[in-house]
């Protein structure tokens, strides 16, 4: 199983970037998926949720009305559109995979983690 996520980088704030996960060796579309991040000295902390349909969707409210998640499954891949960036969306972010989206939700029972990549909003 893999996940690898990409398109992180440097962006002022205001500004946005679309992360994506590509999946891989396991069956995508039969999985909620979802979005965590980490800043430095601070806990993982969930961001936002898919379901395997793509047809239920949740965000932390600290990202509600600015961040879309979305999945393509005939691509294995799961994105995360950020738009109207801060300095405190600042952190590696990492993708996620679980059963349902409830357990993306309370950040239970994960069954795969992707790679990181870092979002820097600069002030």
């Known amino acids: 199983v893999q996940l690898q996520a990409s398109g992180g980088g440097l962006v002022q704030a205001g500004g946005s970037l679309r992360l994506s996960c590509a999946a891989s060796g396991y069956s995508f579309s039969d999985y909620a998926m979802g979005w965590f991040r980490q800043a430095p000295g601070k806990e993982r902390e969930f961001v936002a949720a898919?379901?395997?349909?793509?047809?239920?969707?949740y965000y932390a409210d600290s990202v509600k009305g600015r961040f879309i998640i979305s999945r393509d499954n005939t691509k294995n891949t799961v994105y995360l559109q950020m738009d109207s960036l801060k300095p405190e969306d600042t952190a590696v972010y990492y993708c996620?995979?679980?059963?349902?989206?409830?357990?993306?939700?309370?950040?239970?029972?994960?069954?795969?983690w992707g790679t990181g990549t870092q979002v820097t909003v600069s002030s």
């Open positions: 898919i379901s395997w349909g793509g047809g239920s969707t």
């Open positions: 996620a995979g679980a059963l349902t989206l409830g357990h993306l939700v309370r950040d239970n029972d994960i069954l795969y």
